[in-house]
Nanobody, 123 residues
Framework: QVQLVESGGGLVQAGGSLRLSCSAS????????MGWFRQAPGKEREFVAA????????YYSDSVKGRFTISRDNRKNTVYLQMNMVKPEDTAVYYC????????????????WGQGTQVTVSS
């Protein structure tokens, strides 16, 4: 059974930083592209970032480019999202996702989803 478990969410002030982690089990982690999505209240879930299986390529939405960094450690079956210079509009539930291709993640398609972790940015 595949499990993606996010952690690291919480309350942070605007301009601050937060690092999210996603621990994966039940899948061959190194074979999957991994990504992060978010869903704010009253809005649809949106793509945030993705990373290929070997970390050779990363992709970001325009809204987070230059502020967020996605990375992974295949030895630990974990993917990270470093969030810097956060803004109140970054407030959302953040979801970890896994797919066989990063192109799927960028299009919003994923084979597996985590339960989500809440990030709240205060102004």
């Amino acid at each position: 059974q595949v499990q993606l478990v996010e952690s690291g969410g919480g309350l942070v002030q605007a301009g601050g930083s937060l690092r999210l982690s996603c621990s994966a089990s039940g899948l061959t982690f190194g074979s999957y592209a991994m990504g992060w999505f978010r869903q704010a209240p009253g809005k649809e879930r949106e793509f945030v970032a993705a990373i290929t299986w070997g970390s050779s390529n990363t992709y970001y939405s325009d809204s987070v480019k230059g502020r967020f960094t996605i990375s992974r450690d295949n030895r630990k079956n974990t993917v990270y999202l470093q969030m810097n210079m956060v803004k109140p509009e970054d407030t959302a539930v953040y979801y970890c996702a896994g797919a066989l291709a990063s192109s799927q993640l960028v299009k919003g398609v994923s084979s597996y989803w985590g339960q989500g972790t809440q990030v709240t940015v205060s102004s």
